[in-house]
DNA sequence: CAATAAGTGGAGGGAAACCCTTCGGTTGCT
DNA sequence: AGCAACCGAAGGGTTTCCCTCCACTTATTG
């Protein structure tokens, strides 16, 4: 990704992935506090290879938050690319987004991450409101196809995708996945428009980024 | 609820209830393997008055799941006295169990609890079937109405408050409580049958109450 | 309003989880 | 083959958590 990653030698970059994935899912389950080693266990690495290459715990989630808008970006242009209308694009971009656990909790939700980023110059930002905008260019084209549904904007999907990712506790991976999997065929059907949209209007407005950041910075 | 309560001192009682409200929103946040001090402590009380009360965890967590079961039956009646109609009763319950965190995770997630409260006679399964049954007849009723969408049943509905309910991590209370409120309406709007209910079929099967029970004793 | 039994909070010792570094051995690269 | 890069595991120091003990407070009852 950066220009220091491929200087790594193969095995080296290998394990780095595994440690970002691994961590994208214990994070996606315990939170950003969860225990490195868990993480380190799960990606099949020592504790001190972790370390060695995320010196502390703020810069893996940070590659975590940069990772995750990458594929996220991926998937997007994927999905567009397979399907000529937009509503099918998005219906497998949500899907593939929960399949993949690619819940994009951290670009979101931690603004607060970049503020300090500063020396980088507010990259993550920067990639998180032009994905934001793709994918308001996907939703309003969706709904003037009449296939989306009105008053729905791309914060309720992401929020939503992830809410559906997030596994619950204490119960196994398989009985998650087929609840995720269903869970995630209602939220589908709940942002589909009917063909004479008669549904009444949703009560409550939708959530803007700027609401998002605003709150979380207020939040600490 | 049990006769011993009501031989507990007034001041007692209060304490044991706070305990209790204040471990349903740490167990659905953290999960039950949360600190019980952090529950001691958001409830008011010492450490001690906890231990006192519930002598391990595993009995605290099936009296928080005993307590929730009688709440999301009185609101049941309270949602069905107050709607002649079914949807209307069923939208009415889910967003009070949504905003009272009557998550039932626990009754409904758990069974293993009952497992060896055989010494009691499984109250907690009895109760949970019957909880079920009586959302059944709701959901089925609000389906010949034509106003529930086809293919829904309680189980969809209990784990969809469940997910809903859970706090997303890192990110405060008031955030949590728009995305919530916000996500609780899409639900509900997934939920609901348009006037022509030209809405594809889901895509996968709903889970039955077997299902849950059987992966849970797969898992443990 | 006192006597008493029931109830309470907090300190603290022991155990467990977690963080992070150091180091002897391994492995990709040229 | 040889060197540099890389690795895993052990372990010391710190924090978190569990759970009991005990001196103090408060509801209840006559």
Tied chains: 1, 2.
Excluded: C
Aim: avoid cysteine; charge should be neutral; glycine fraction near 6%.
């Amino acid at each position: 990704m950066t220009e220091n990653t491929t200087r790594l030698r193969a095995d080296a970059r290998r394990n780095r992935e595994q440690i970002i994935i691994a961590a994208r899912e214990v994070f996606l389950e315990q939170g950003v506090h969860a225990p490195l080693e868990e993480i380190a266990r799960r990606a099949g690495v020592g504790i001190a290879t972790l370390y060695r290459r995320f010196p502390d715990r703020h810069t893996l989630v940070q590659q975590v938050a940069l990772d995750n808008l990458t594929l996220v970006g991926e998937e997007l242009d994927r999905a567009t690319a397979a399907h000529p209308d937009a509503w099918g694009a998005l219906a497998q971009l949500i899907r593939r987004l929960v399949e993949l656990r690619l819940s994009v909790i951290m670009p979101v939700l931690l603004p607060i991450l970049e503020e300090d980023a500063r020396g980088e110059g507010g990259t993550l930002k920067t990639r998180r409101n032009h994905l934001f905008d793709q994918m308001e260019q996907l939703t309003r084209a969706a709904q003037q196809e009449g296939r989306l549904r009105q008053g729905i904007n791309p914060i309720d999907i992401w929020l939503g995708v992830i809410k559906l990712s997030r596994p619950l506790p204490v119960i196994g991976a398989e009985l998650n996945e087929l609840i995720t999997g269903r869970q995630l065929e209602l939220f589908l059907g709940g942002l589909h428009a009917t063909a004479l949209d008669t549904s009444e209007p949703l009560r409550r407005q939708p959530l803007t980024l700027d609401d998002l950041d605003r709150h979380l910075k207020m939040a600490e």
